[in-house]
Structure formats: C-alpha cells, structure tokens
C-alpha cells in the first residue's frame, strides 16, 4: 500500500479521527523536538502548529453538543441512513412542516427519485399527489432571517458571494451587516425544500440535498432547512439520473425510502446518538486555522485561507450516559 | 411530474443543452414581448437579460474549439467511457508520463482503488508494483508556472484563495500577478498525480479526480495535469470505499479499468468526439454573466457573483466533417 498520495486525514467519519490524531501526534512531535533544538537560545519559543486531528485529540466534552433528536431526521434508505439536523432557528415554518410530514409517514415509501451529478439528490413524491394530512402543501419562503439573535463565528476571509460568512450552531451561514440579514449557504450536505417558480410554493413535501460544489447562486433563492450529518455518501453515490436535471426515467431506477422519522419518535435502542463540534468554541476557532494551515507533512503551500464550504464539521458517535 | 423544483439547467450532458436553449428561448421571448410593451416611450431599450441557454443557442462554431485527440485520454471503465483532457501547458513533463504510461497500457488492469466521499476518487496501482516500462515511476513536481504567455480570461470577483482566478484554454487557474506565477484550480473534476510526501514522488501512475467541493488547500500542493471532460459522474457514483481515506478495504471492491488510452491511438470509428466551449470568448464571457446572474424565471436574487469552480464549461458532442 505505498504510494497512497493524498494523505489527508479530513475528520468526518465517525471514529476516524481519534485514529488519525494519534498517528499525526505521533509523527509531528518529533519533528517539533527537532526544530526546537535548533532555536537559538533568545528566540521565543513557538507554538507547536495544531493539525486538525491535534486540535480534535485535544477537545474537551465541552467542545461537544449532542444533536437534539427532537430536531433530528433518520431516513432509512435500503443502504443505510442519512441523518439530517433540522435549522429551525433558519426556517422554523417549513421545519415544522417537515416534522408534521414526518410524524405522519408521509416520506415512507416515496422515493430518491432526482439524482443530478455535481448538484442535488431529491426526494418525494414525483407526482405530487400524496396527501399531505395536517400539515401543508406549501409554507412561506424562509429564505433568511433576521442576523439579530444570532450566534455567529465569522470568517476572516472574503467569501465570492456574500459580505460575511461563517458558522451558527454548526451551520454555514452569510451575513450581510448593513442590511442585518442572516442565511444559510448551500455547502455540501446541506438539505432545502424543492419549489417551483412561485417563491411561496415549496413546504418540504420535495426536499434535496447538496451533492457536488456548492451550487451559492441557490442562496437565498430556496429554503434550506437543515444538513445531512451523517449518511450523505448512501445519496451522493447513487446512480444519476438520465432524464432532464437528474431525474430517474423509469419509476424502478427511483430508490425507495423506507422510513422518515423524527429521531425523537423512534425507540432509542433503535437511535444513532451525535454530536458534533460546537462552532462557538476556540477549539473549532484552531480547528479552523488548522484547515487553514495545514500542518501534516504532506502539505507543502499552505492555502492560508479556508473556504466556508470548505469546512467539514466533526461529528462524532456519541457516549450515551451510564447507570440511571 | 409537477414541483419538480429547482428548475436549472446546467449544460453539461452533451445534447442537453440544445434542447434546453430552444425551451427557455421561447419561455423567454413571451416574458420579453410583455416588457417591451410597459417599457415608456422615453426610456432607452434594456438589453434582453440572456440565460445560460440563450447564449449557447446563439453561439457559432468559432466559439467551440474541438478537444485534441492527441491531448485526451479514454479511461474505459465497466460502466462507460471516462474523458480526460490533459494539460501539457501546465504540467508538460507529468502529461508525457501519464502518456507514455498510456501508450505501454500501465494502467489497463489495475484498479479504481479509493473513492472518498466529497473528495476524490484515485486509480492506480494499490501495490505501486506493476512496471512503468519506458516511463518514469516519478517526475519533478509542476504545481505552477509562469503566467508568461498564459491565455487568461479572469473573473472580477474576489477569491478566498489566491488574488486572481479565472479560466486559461478551459481550465480553471489562479494567477498571481506579482509573482507572475500561474496553477490550476482544484474544481470538480479537476485530474491530479497523486504523491507521497516527497513533493517530486508524484509522476501519474497513481491519479484522481475530484469528485466533491473544490478542495482548494490542495492547489499548488499536487500537480494538476488535466480535467475530466465527460463521464466524472462514473467515478462520482461508485460506492465510497470504508477503509482510511475512501481506500476500498477489499480488492474485489475495486472497479477494474478495462483500458486507458490516448484517443489518437483509438480507431477513429471508437472515438467519442467533443468539442468545448473556448473560455477566450465574447460568448463565454457572456455565459459567465449569464451564471452570475440567472434570468431563469425561477431565480428571484441574482448572485452577482461567481466562483470559478461553479462554471460548469459546456461540452457537445462534435459534428463530425463529412464527405471526403
């Protein structure tokens, strides 16, 4: 197994990343012994550069937030779940909806029925004609937000499309402070709600998912709703479609979903308990100028920049509390 | 097939795009007319806002420039035919290896061997074994060049990354002016050599394609050789590989390359000839404008910006001379 090139440990699966970050501990401090035997004896001593599997082996619980089941989606496909966190703070009208779609089975037994490369996975009903029960067909667009009230860790660098960028309770957000108005940016994994020319007409009974570069120029034109944090590969590795943007031609090629559930109303024996990185913390703050700085041995030009879409967010199994 | 949502097309299938001109044109000319028709007899007439269609249905053959047989690679996998066109202006000794390879059929039997999820997917060969003959096993890095004589055709917008970015005959490229030095991007796509530590252990018997958001922290890091043309969503689509870094962990998992080969050295009747819109172009410079700012009646705030590696570049099938 030589040669494997791209040595880039990017801490995303669950697990993968304590590994890693023993492997480089390992290996980067020896290379700091020797560097710091060559400082002369004046110079202040520096400060060990953090990879980004340093900064994770270092996190304390504390850098840790459980993803809330009762704001959590599991989406049991024939290959395995995707796990969606719900952004109520961004889109509270269509994630209620989604929630009283879901309560009500109404994504069970609809279907992946769009996969276009380089852009969305989607799913629903093709024909839209499932009722709908109490909840809505459509729901005002929620396409930003008030940036008042809002957690917000910036960004130093330009962003190509917005006037600020960075991250709210774990989601890629822009922020324009003149007009005081937050959204949230269509990165990879990111969920929205399908529509159709009418702004006001999506609800969440069609929704997507991000599965190429982030396609911005969808930014503040849908409603996004969440984020996959687990499972997005069981939807970005499907068969694209072959009909006009992605969609399935023939009904069979459609991939069925077993079950949409909320994480709440699913036993817990049978949940997948998270959590993820805080993004209000100094370690995601050095996890950041880690992606920014690479630190490994492979790297040789550090980018000196990170894009915001650039920042994977760690997402951890989480220990569940023993004895009662 | 109602809510379909997300009504967008980006010409990239070959043909696709045709038929999508021809029905936003006439969905547009209808919007147009009604315009025209409030607009006061006092005010100048306002140029019909074009869509990425309008402007590829008005394009002429000069804007396409035919993708050089002798510059193309045919990765042939058991689900279809995977395009390469190589850079030799960027990376001129790694593109007569990756060639030279070709042409003794290194890489014909060995193996898609790493697929990792909003990353890359790599080919090679696992056990860096198999004999490169008359090739070389490494080649001096080319992670930039001079920007002398570069063909550059720069967007205005800012970049997170480097000072300048835009397009050099198709490829996605950072320039920076005062150091005169030029690279190409890590887009969607985008074919590197991968490496070991080392910065000259690369050579092209190990490559990959990106297959997720731009990894731009590797730019100037790998050298860059070539883009996929047609055909990225066969690697895009194959299952993500469970071992460290996306690496198939069983060796039946591997998706065996069925032959890899220059086009020029294919018969005729076997090649898939393409054409690609030129990127030093009036009609690129207006699809661009075009992607900052979408008139398709289903976008409500334009972007007004554009980051280069959501320029999806056009590729058609081309019309092959007739007669003799």
Known sequence: MKKLSLRIVIARSIGQWAVAAIAAAACMSAVHVAAAAETPATAQPTKKPLTTADVLAASTPADWRQIDPQNTIYMDLPSGRVIIELAPQFAPHYVANVEALARQGYFNGLWVERVQDNYVAQWGDPDAKKPVG???????????????????????????????????????????????????????????????????????????????????????????????????????????????????????????????????????????????????????????????????????????????????????????????
Chains 1, 2 share one sequence.
């Not at 994994?189 to 007409?201: F, K």
């Not at 790297?299 to 004895?323: E, M, S, W």
């Open 134 to 324: 109490n909840a809505q067909r459509s729901v005002a667009a929620e396409f930003e937000r008030t940036s008042r009230g809002l957690s917000f860790m910036p960004l130093a660098e330009p962003d190509t499309y917005a006037p600020e960028v960075g991250f709210s309770d774990g989601f890629p957000t822009a922020l324009d402070p003149k007009l005081g108005r937050a959204w949230l940016i269509h990165c990879y994994g990111m969920v929205g709600a399908g529509r159709d020319n009418d702004v006001d007409s999506g609800g969440g009974t069609e929704l997507y998912a991000v599965i190429g570069h982030a396609p911005r120029h969808l930014d503040r034109n849908v409603t996004l709703l969440g984020k996959v944090v687990q499972g997005i590969e069981l939807l970005s590795s499907l068969p694209r479609g072959t009909g006009a943007m992605g969609f399935y031609e023939k009904p069979e090629q459609r991939v069925t979903i077993k079950s949409f559930k909320l994480a709440s109303e699913v036993p817990e024996a049978q949940r997948t308990p998270l959590e993820e990185l805080r993004t209000d913390t100094q370690t995601f703050t050095d996890y950041i100028d880690a992606r920014r700085n690479r630190h490994e041995e492979w790297f040789k030009v550090p980018a000196g920049h990170v894009d915001v879409c650039n920042v994977p967010i760690p997402v951890r199994a989480r220990a569940l509390a023993t004895g009662h």
